[in-house]
Structure formats: C-alpha cells, structure tokens
C-alpha cells in the first residue's frame, strides 16, 4: 500500500497536493505535517512510501532535513517540492539525497509524473536533464 507524506507549513498548496494525489493513487495513505521537526519525528516513527518536502520554515535548511531524513529511511525516496527556481537549489537538493525536485507552479500531470518516477527509484528530472547543472 502506497504511503506518503507531504511537510508543506502552506496549507493551499499541502491541501493541493494531497487531493492531487488522492486523484490518482485514491488507495494511498497520505499525511501531512507542517515543520521539519514533525517530518523528523514522523518518519522515525513509520515507514512511508515516499515523501514529499517543502522548504519547510523559515530558518531550517532542507538540505539538512533531507540528510537526517536519508539518515533515518535511507531508502524512502524524497521528492522536494518547492517556490525556489530549479537552477538555483535543485542541485543541493539532489546531492543532499533527494530523488526529485518540483518547483511549486507545477501542473498537475508533472507532479503525478515526479511521484511515478521516485517510486520507481529513479531521479526527476532524469539524470539526463541534470548533467548541464552538476
């Protein structure tokens, strides 16, 4: 059974994700949390299919929260969902451990696409896509 969680302190976006998802995967599980320390304490906790993360508060690093995440679940793949341009965080990011990265303005299909891709242990965008930024 799918498994995901969404840490997003927006409760719009949260919300719009998660019915996004519950579109497409309507046997899922999904829970949200707001703050770095309720994703921590929560993926401590249980096991999850997949998270999805913003730069959840002012002041905390989300490269730091993906290295405690990878620390904790080394194997749940994290898809970083975020209002920073790709060109400008998406390689820290990916290199922190995450396995995709999503700039907030997505469409719909993109993000059913990223969370496809990340489940099938694979990077999006594809490695393909991120050779001009490494």
Do not use: C
Not at 43 to 52: C, G, K, Q
Not at 62 to 73: Q, V
Not at 95 to 104: E, R, V
């Amino acid at each position: 059974m799918l498994k995901i969680i969404i840490a997003e302190n927006n409760a719009a976006i949260r919300q719009g994700v998660k019915r996004i998802l519950m579109g497409e995967f309507a046997d899922a599980t999904i829970d949200e949390v707001l703050t770095e320390n309720a994703l921590l304490q929560t993926i401590a906790d249980n096991e999850y299919s997949l998270v999805i993360a913003d730069v959840l508060t002012p002041g905390t690093s989300i490269t730091e929260a993906i290295k405690k995440m990878k620390m904790l679940r080394p194997k749940t793949p994290v898809l970083v969902l975020s209002m920073y341009p790709f060109d400008h965080y998406a390689v820290s990011f990916l290199k922190a451990g995450a396995n995709g990265y999503l700039t907030a303005s997505l469409v719909p299909e993109k993000l059913i696409t990223a969370v496809r891709t990340v489940l099938k242990g694979k990077t999006f965008p594809a490695r393909q896509a991120l050779v001009q930024w490494y």
